[in-house]
């Protein structure tokens, strides 16, 4: 504060907690209806239908999945092709040696074909395909992170067992505090909260 | 999702997700539970409950692995009964086994997720962890049978100044990519299916080092519903990609053999045949498992005898197609004409003549004829009939690799090049090893990670009442529904 910065506790959202999923997509159906765009929910199990209530959509994964694996199926034939098959540097002012095919000749069969490469190719890409997939996952969702301004509510300690926890985020540009909260007690919830954040700092 | 309505029997009585959490979660972070049932034991105060005598056990034989290894790499493979003309016995027959047996858990993790089939729920983190932790096992054999481990790495494609690349037109090569690539993805998938229960594991946990240690791992989840989309989104493309990828590796383990020109090997039949034996060998080591470990940690009403009885059943139901198979060779040795192909089937089923022949009547009793009593349902009941077949299908199927594997190399073409096969001291000492490397692991797992899906289990009690809330709701419709209470399972 005394360097001219402010980094007070600002607000992050007002949280409320029901028991049970039905509840939860209620209240967010509710929540949306009022008009609040920026908000989130926090459950124990995947709850079905609550991102369509939040009107909420992301399909990035899909396609960083389909180039991880258009990828890997051309890398695995391009090592197997520049290896077995591929350009000679010996000449050349290169001397790639480590780059250098190795040429084989098994049975007179051709150094490099389709079928007889198709299975490390393959392999390939069901393993970039499965990266894509996870760290796809992990990097959107932003994991791993330690610490998170939502972990500030205390009900939040039992929302990875069976409590369902609803948040309105501060972001929103129809946000006011005071309003929010009584909206959210109007929802029959076990217990509304509002919360801090000393994040982005 | 709009589901079919879930089998009742699944959960057995009333369920709250706390009363999951306790269930499963404080396995794991009550350490006294691995105390209990008690048992009396000679030595005072040790070994006093299955977990302990099961870890010990499993501590003991790889202790025996360490050795035999040490033995193998100090003196080099010739420790073992591999010789001309059997370049491939134990070792192979075990790689083939250990692989065999982790596929059930991707099929269970990722065909039945595909299929949406909600009884995976409840026993897919611990098929997953055998198909893990077999895969270990198997990947030991390959590994040491190059005889120099250390140099294994060359078998990858990198660039390097001997100019030498790995040779992808052999099957070997292809077997490299498809394990390794099995082995990261396996593990990929039970770490993602872990995080959200690491999460459940991190705000239950009391103690703080494992507060600490569990909120590590979960990577700071918090259930957030964008978070749970984009999760289920990766689950269900992870299931996608672990499908083909399991039909693949033992495909491709059957290459090894089915693209060679041994007799006995050089069959059409065996990419099919052993993916159906792997499934089988599997679903039948998932059981050997799940029979003690829900009866010893009270789980019998998340693993119920539904689960028993559907996982009997696709074990009978492989079991046939590998049996099938079995028929399959006999037929096309004998249909060939090829006098190579001939003289096998009579070296392997002509009881007094051909002195491997035991080994293949074994094997038709083991994982042949045995198998069959599943199609009894009071046997399907009855654990010890189950613990029988189980047990009797995993030497089966070991049997089923020695007489693929040596049975065949020990005849070839050539009649100068005949011989004879014996495994010595330190290939069962190496095989007694990895089995208890595996039941290390297992016990291991049991203690430190939660052995069923928590909240997969929330999914599933979730789903329940729901239709019974719609059952209530929709009362006169009930009659028109395919399953209901009077007409269901």
Redesign the interface.
């Known amino acids: 504060m005394s360097h001219g910065r402010d980094t007070s506790p600002k607000q992050y959202g007002v949280v409320a907690e029901f028991d049970n999923a039905d509840s939860l997509l209620d209240a967010a159906q509710k929540v949306k209806e009022a008009g609040y765009r920026d908000m989130d929910a926090y459950t124990p199990l995947p709850v079905h239908g609550l991102t369509d209530v939040m009107e909420w959509k992301d399909d990035k994964l899909g396609w960083i999945v389909f180039i991880m694996g258009i990828k890997g199926f051309a890398l695995g034939y391009f090592i197997q092709w520049w290896s077995s098959a591929g350009p000679d540097f010996s000449n050349t002012a290169l001397q790639m040696n480590g780059l250098m095919p190795y040429v084989m000749n098994v049975g007179g069969k051709p150094h490099f074909s389709i079928p007889a490469n198709f299975p490390p190719a393959y392999e390939i890409t069901i393993l970039l395909a499965s990266f894509g997939a996870v760290f796809g996952m992990l990097a959107l969702n932003g994991l791993p992170k330690p610490h998170h301004p939502i972990a500030n509510a205390a009900m939040m300690a039992r929302a990875s067992s069976d409590r369902y926890v609803l948040c309105v985020e501060a972001s929103d540009p129809r946000y006011d505090e005071d309003e929010v909260y009584s909206f959210l007690s109007g929802l029959n919830p076990l217990s509304v909260e509002r919360i801090m954040t000393t994040e982005g700092y | 999702?709009a589901d079919m309505p879930v089998d009742k029997d699944l959960l057995i009585g009333k369920h709250?997700?706390?009363s999951l959490?306790a269930t499963i979660g404080d396995i794991v972070l009550v350490p006294a539970t691995h105390n209990e049932p008690r048992i009396k034991t000679p030595i005072k105060g040790f070994f006093t409950s299955p977990w302990q005598i099961a870890f010990g056990i499993g501590f003991l034989f790889l202790n025996i692995l360490l050795l035999a290894i040490t033995m193998l790499v100090w003196n080099g493979i010739g420790v073992w009964g591999n010789n001309q003309p059997v370049g491939w016995g134990f070792d192979i027959v075990n790689f083939v086994w250990w692989i065999g047996i982790g596929h059930a858990g991707t099929l269970i993790s990722a065909v039945l997720l595909l299929l949406r089939q909600k009884w995976r729920n409840a026993i897919n983190r611990m098929a997953e962890a055998m198909t893990i932790f077999a895969v270990m096992c198997a990947g030991l054999y390959p590994l040491l049978h190059t005889g120099r481990p250390w140099l294994a790495y060359w078998m990858f494609?990198y660039?390097?100044?001997l100019?030498?690349?790995?040779?992808?037109?052999?099957?070997l090569?292809?077997d490299v990519?498809?394990v390794s690539?099995y082995m990261?993805?396996s593990i990929?998938?039970w770490?993602?299916g872990l995080i959200?229960d690491f999460?459940?594991l991190?705000?239950?946990a009391k103690s703080r080092f494992a507060q600490l240690a569990f909120?590590g791992l979960s990577?700071?989840?918090?259930?957030?519903?964008?978070?749970?989309?984009?999760?289920?989104?990766?689950s269900i493309?992870?299931a996608g990609?672990?499908t083909?990828?399991v039909l693949?590796v033992h495909t491709?383990v059957s290459?090894d053999f089915a693209m060679g020109i041994v007799p006995g090997w050089n069959v059409t039949i065996f990419p099919p045949y052993f993916v159906a034996g792997a499934v089988f060998a599997g679903f039948a080591m998932v059981l050997t498992f799940a029979i003690p470990l829900r009866k010893w940690y009270k789980l019998e009403n998340l693993i119920t005898m539904k689960h028993i009885d559907w996982m009997a059943k696709v074990m009978l139901a492989t079991g046939l197609i590998v049996f099938y198979g079995y028929f399959t060779e006999v037929f096309y040795a004998y249909y060939s004409g090829v006098p190579a192909e001939t003289a096998l089937l009579h070296n392997r089923i002509a009881y007094k003549d051909a002195p491997y022949s035991w080994a293949f009547w074994i094997l038709i009793l083991t994982n042949g004829i045995i198998p069959q009593l599943m199609w009894f349902p009071k046997l399907r009941q009855n654990m010890l009939a189950l613990f029988v077949v189980t047990t009797s299908v995993s030497i089966g199927m070991w049997f089923e690799r020695y007489v693929i594997i040596p049975i065949s190399l020990t005849r070839d073409y050539v009649p100068g090049a005949f011989g004879f096969y014996s495994p010595t001291l330190w290939d069962f000492a190496m095989f007694a090893g990895t089995i208890g490397l595996f039941l290390f692991l297992m016990f291991l797992f049991i203690r430190f990670l939660p052995m069923i899906n928590i909240?997969?289990m929330?999914?599933l009690l979730?789903q329940m009442e729901h239709d019974e809330k719609h059952a209530k709701e929709h009362g006169d419709h009930a009659k028109l529904t395919p399953v209901t209470e009077e007409n269901g399972q």
């Open positions: 999702m709250t997700n706390a959490d494609p660039p390097n100044w100019g030498m690349w790995p040779q992808f037109r052999s099957p090569i292809w990519f498809a690539t990261t993805v990929l998938f770490y993602v959200p999460a459940t991190r705000d239950r909120a990577m700071g989840w918090r259930g957030s519903a964008k978070h749970w989309h984009r999760y289920e989104h990766a493309m992870l990609l672990s083909p990828l693949s491709i290459y909240f997969e929330k999914e979730h």
